[in-house]
């Protein structure tokens, strides 16, 4: 268990999976560049030493460039997290509340906020500006003072001054507009370099009112410690590097985009909240945290997955006890296309479970069921089963215009989808033609 970003920075580097970059570096693209890399050759976590304009400053990037890297956090190999996962996202532990933190050693308020002092980082070629992209916002909300945490970009506008992309169907987003509805601003704290299973848990598919940090607590199988804000009524985890607080200035708004979004395509200009930051506070020796959103695989698709995956696999599991594996696969963004294994025990079971992973409103658009001999993690298996198993007129199923969650360009509106299924299940009865060869001693070959 890592009490923050600092212990897990340890553990990697350990592990051989932590680079550390003496080259000295610029904030605009190039660290975003080594993140884009890291993804694509599936390698490590990177801690860049030297940053131009901001001496003193470690910026750690791409911490969970990889879905290697979201295991470390679980301490798990990449096959068992979803099932940790789905154990542990209902043991919630609530956090107990601290009184000293390293992240208070610095204090900026009033004249001294400058977030130009933070190496915040411009990331893809068309993005707009510098965006902060890898803090947990923590807001209460404005009824029931009940904590959410979440992952949110902020757009850099002035010394004092952030956006924040939180639309009304996330948590934050909606507290934001019911504070605006009685004229007041809504506090938000981001805490930046935070233990990695919080900024985990932050993608849990929990309701409104239940805390992400409880989730968090679960993981860690021990509550998170946190503390009190300097100017605002909010708690952050007390191991993390830099606390910003902020409220949101109602019914202000400014222009958010284009930015790099995880389509892997470009978003439009949004029309985002805006917040006054009322205090930076830090550990003497900060280092800054940033992520990559866009072509996946990015941080905005590994640390979303096993929510995405343990929600798909809770839905089947609703209809087919005997669920073997989901695998929310890269190509569909973390989040859009499901492979599933089920043991078959009706003809048709396939096909129910697919269009309850369609109907269930979890933004998947394309469900692919496979046998339990299928590997749904190894592209090669599933294309397979889709070759030899499956007839297009008999076993797709197309549902015109669905209602969403996607950033999908090809969607007709926003919001909208038309989505399919594909049974890739055998017959029942299919007997040896179906079956998989195998050569008997495969599995044991210790000669080569
Ligand atoms: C790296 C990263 C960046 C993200 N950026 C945003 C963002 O800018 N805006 C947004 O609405 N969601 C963003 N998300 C997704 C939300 O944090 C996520 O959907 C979260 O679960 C929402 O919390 P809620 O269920 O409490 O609303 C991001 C996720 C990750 C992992
Ligand atoms: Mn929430």
């Known amino acids: 268990m890592f ?21 000295e570096v610029n904030t605009k693209y190039e660290i975003a560049a080594g993140i884009r890399k890291a993804s694509d050759t599936n390698g490590p976590a990177l801690l860049f030493e030297k940053v131009a304009g901001y001496p003193g400053w470690k910026v750690a990037a791409g911490i969970f460039a990889t879905r290697r890297l979201v295991a470390e956090a679980f301490e798990l190999p990449e096959r068992e997290v979803v099932q940790r996962y789905l154990e542990r996202e209902d043991q919630r532990i609530p956090p107990v509340l601290v009184k000293d933190s390293p992240a208070k050693e610095v204090v900026w308020t009033g004249k001294d906020i400058d977030l130009y002092k933070l190496p915040i980082v411009t990331h893809s070629e068309l993005d707009c500006g510098p965006y902060i992209t890898i803090g947990i916002q923590v807001g209460k909300h404005p009824d029931t003072g009940i904590r959410n945490v979440s992952i949110h970009r902020l ?20 507290m934001i ?8 601003g809504l506090p938000i704290a981001t805490a930046i370099g935070v233990d990695p299973l919080t900024a985990i848990a932050s993608q849990s598919k929990v309701p409104m009112g239940v805390d ?17 804000c300097e100017t605002i009524d909010v708690e952050v985890p007390a191991h993390c590097e830099i606390i910003i607080e902020a409220v949101t200035i109602p019914g202000e708004r400014c222009a958010d985009g284009p930015f790099a979004e995880y389509p892997g395509t470009y978003s439009e200009t949004k029309s985002a909240p805006v917040m006054r930051v009322t205090a930076i506070t830090m550990r003497r020796d900060a280092i800054y945290q940033t992520g990559l959103t866009g072509f996946p695989l990015t941080e905005n698709h590994t640390m979303i997955e096993p929510a995405n995956a343990a929600a798909a ?9 005997e669920v073997k594996a989901v695998n929310i696969t890269p190509g569909g963004t973390s989040r859009h296309h499901c492979v599933v294994s089920i043991r078959k025990r009706h003809e048709d079971e396939g096909r129910n479970v697919a269009t309850a992973l369609l109907a269930a409103n979890l933004g998947i658009k394309l469900a692919i069921v496979v046998d339990e001999d299928i590997d749904v993690f190894n592209p090669t298996e599933v294309e397979w089963a889709v070759n030899t198993r499956m007839q297009p007129d008999r076993d797709l199923i197309i549902i ?23 049974d890739a299940t055998k017959p029942l009865d299919g007997g040896i033609f179906y079956d998989r060869v195998r050569i008997p001693g495969e599995d044991s070959v210790d000669f080569i």
């Open 155 to 174: 757009l850099l506008l002035d010394r004092d001054k952030l956006s924040c992309w939180a639309p009304p169907d996330h948590h934050l987003g909606r």
């Open 400 to 422: 015109p215009r669905m209602m969403s969650s996607t950033l999908d360009p090809s969607a007709p509106r926003s919001r909208s989808t038309a989505k399919w299924g594909i």
């Open 3 to 23: 009490q923050g970003l600092r212990d897990f920075l340890d553990h990697l580097d350990r592990r051989g999976l932590l680079a550390h970059i003496k080259k």
């Open 177 to 184: 507009l019911q504070a605006e509805d009685s004229g007041k």
């Open 313 to 321: 696999f809770k839905e089947v599991r609703r209809l087919c006890p």
């Open 212 to 228: 992400e940090f409880d989730v968090a607590g679960g993981f860690h199988g021990a509550p998170v410690e946190l503390v009190r």
